[in-house]
């Protein structure tokens, strides 16, 4: 290639990687309410394709990719930096590797391909990897979480999952470059399969949402969610006086909340890991009592009465430790779970287990295997947390005692909303609904000041409700807690960093919707569509190359 055409390719490639990065940036949630930005999820893989397209070589892509989307990708986890000054930057440069991965993927696939075949084909592979199957799975900024906004359009999830969404995004983008720069009859025919494939998610849409009959107050349920507003991230520096202050402060708001509820409530919740103390463990709970340690059964006692006092069960989430004993001067264990209790007037009546514990907070991918590296790293970087939570092997429904017809409820626990898989086992184990409504409890105060990572958060848990048909209820500490209907929908909720409640009439769900069945199989065809194409040589480039590796000045 002449000097002269490498360098114009490398300045358009720049050119196209920065508005790739500008459109990918501002898609997502900018703050609380700014979410505008959610029809760039169809420009910037087009963008990011054309940069690709025009690079002199793929390793080009390192920097007219991989620089500007350093900088969005820092711009959005830029909150991170209180919590874990190392793992930020390290975190980033990982989300842009990925990035530049896509556009090498894609400048490979449409070398063979049309674009609007190759763009969905490497964007729903490169999501499905790092979201799922890489490092246990980082499974956010999805081109699907920002398109939940479109209502009508992001009802196809509910048939393919969160794939068939993006795939939709990632084939008109491709569609749109090829009728820009492709030849022949590509230039039409792919842009018209593009429109006749959004007409045919809006037109399925919109038959979803007018089928949609008046709920039967029998099949609705009143849950009272409790937003605490708790100025920290976990547990780090949470001192045995603040605990009580606190706890009677997220005492008062239920009993307030369910005062103002307008009749009785079936289930009161509050978020993940409110709980003061230990867990509610009998066997922990023996063991604090007979030692006089700190906090005793005072918690479990308090959030009994609470829950004779509103006159319903409590969901409340909490560390949960089995085996605890004393070993000398310190408290040992046989397992630790983030875990959510469901409490009565009677005590504890279940508990269910987080199955999948949030990378770089919870645990550390790959790194976490061996405990010295961790420890060392945690210490350099973000010292003060441990990673000592353990994983269950299958989370459990929580049935809610005293409710005509009963009611089951899944509780998915902080990041394990954002995970497809995860949400799915939670919810229907075994392929069969366990529970009618999901109730995630999480605990953003990992965000510090940015309610857009806390926007964001939502519309992952909206893409979720319609993946599952599931009405989810978000009760976060400092926002946002929202009721969100089967169709993603949101209906009541908090604003974020306040403290409130409010009461969600969910509309039980039934049916199992296709996506359930069909799991992750737009994943893997996609991601085995893209390693066949990778590798795939035809018969006429084999024989190209064959030839030209012919030396005929070589000796007979």
């Known amino acids: 290639m002449p000097a002269a055409e490498s360098a114009r390719g490398a300045r358009l490639s720049a050119a196209f990687g920065a508005l790739s990065a500008l459109a990918f940036g501002l898609s997502f949630p900018l703050s609380e309410g700014f979410v505008a930005g959610w029809p760039l999820a169809f420009v910037w893989p087009a963008l990011l394709a054309l940069a690709a397209r025009s690079a002199p070589r793929p390793i080009s892509l390192l920097w007219t990719v991989g620089v500007p989307f350093f900088v969005a990708f820092l711009a959005h986890e830029w909150w991170m930096r209180h919590i874990t000054e190392l793992g930020m930057p390290v975190l980033v440069l990982y989300l842009t590797a990925w990035t530049v991965a896509l556009a090498m993927a894609t400048r490979r696939l449409g070398e063979r391909l049309p674009l609007a075949l190759a763009v969905p084909i490497a964007l729903v592979s490169v999501e499905y990897l790092r979201g799922s199957l890489v490092c246990s799975g980082y499974a956010w900024f999805f081109t699907a979480h920002p398109l939940v906004e479109w209502t009508d359009v992001a009802q196809i999830a509910a048939l393919g999952g969160g794939w068939l969404l993006t795939a939709l995004a990632g084939f008109v983008a491709g569609a749109t470059v090829d009728a820009a720069v492709g030849r022949g009859p590509r230039r039409i025919a792919w842009p018209a399969a593009a429109a006749v494939a959004v007409a045919a998610a809006i037109g399925f849409g919109r038959a979803e949402l007018a089928g949609r009959s008046g709920a039967d107050p029998a099949a609705t349920a009143r849950i009272l969610v409790v937003q605490t507003n708790l100025p920290m991230s976990n547990k780090l520096a949470w001192p045995p006086e603040a605990q009580e202050r606190d706890f009677l402060a997220f005492a008062r708001l239920t009993l307030d909340g369910a005062a103002g509820a307008g009749g ?39 959030m009994r009465d609470l829950a004779r006092r509103i006159g319903a069960p409590v969901v409340v989430g909490s560390i949960a430790y089995l085996g605890l004993r ?129 926007r964001q958060h939502l519309q992952v848990s909206q893409l979720r409700a319609i993946e599952l048909r599931t009405p989810v209820i978000r009760c976060v500490n400092t926002g946002i807690s929202a009721e969100i209907d ?71």
């Not at 408290?331 to 514990?357: C, E, H």
């Not at 229907?428 to 857009?452: I, K, M, Q, T």
């Not at 359930?516 to 006429?540: M, N, S, Y």
Request: proline fraction near 8%.
């Open 264 to 302: 009785p409530v079936d289930l009161a919740v509050w978020p993940e890991t409110m709980l003061p103390g230990l867990g509610l463990e009998p066997e922990s709970l023996r063991v604090l009592e007979e030692g006089r340690y700190y906090p005793g059964r005072r918690y479990d006692d308090a």
């Open 326 to 454: 004393v070993d000398g001067n310190r408290f040992a264990w046989d397992r630790q779970f983030n875990s959510a209790y469901l409490v009565g007037p009677d005590g504890v009546a279940g508990r269910t287990d987080k199955i999948y514990l949030t990378p770089f907070g919870e645990m550390m991918p790959i790194i976490s295997n061996w405990d010295w590296l961790e420890a060392q790293l945690l210490a350099l970087g973000a010292e003060g947390m441990t990673f000592d939570l353990d994983s269950a092997p299958a989370a459990a429904s929580l049935k809610v005692p005293g409710r005509a017809g009963g009611l089951a409820v899944a509780v998915p626990i902080c990041f394990e909303i954002t995970q497809p898989w995860a949400a799915r086992r939670i919810v229907f184990p075994d392929g069969r609904r366990a529970a009618g409504v999901a109730v995630n409890l999480s605990n953003d105060g990992w965000f510090g000041e940015s309610r857009a990572g806390r």
């Open 486 to 556: 089967a169709y993603g929908r949101v209906g009541r909720s908090l604003a974020p960093e306040t403290a409130g409640a409010i009461v969600a009439t969910p509309t039980l769900a039934t049916d199992r919707p296709a996506a359930v069945l069909l799991g992750d199989t737009v994943a893997i065809a996609a991601l085995a569509a893209c390693l066949f194409g990778l590798v795939w040589r035809p018969r006429r480039q084999a024989l190209e190359a064959a030839v030209a590796s012919i030396d005929l000045a070589a000796p007979i």
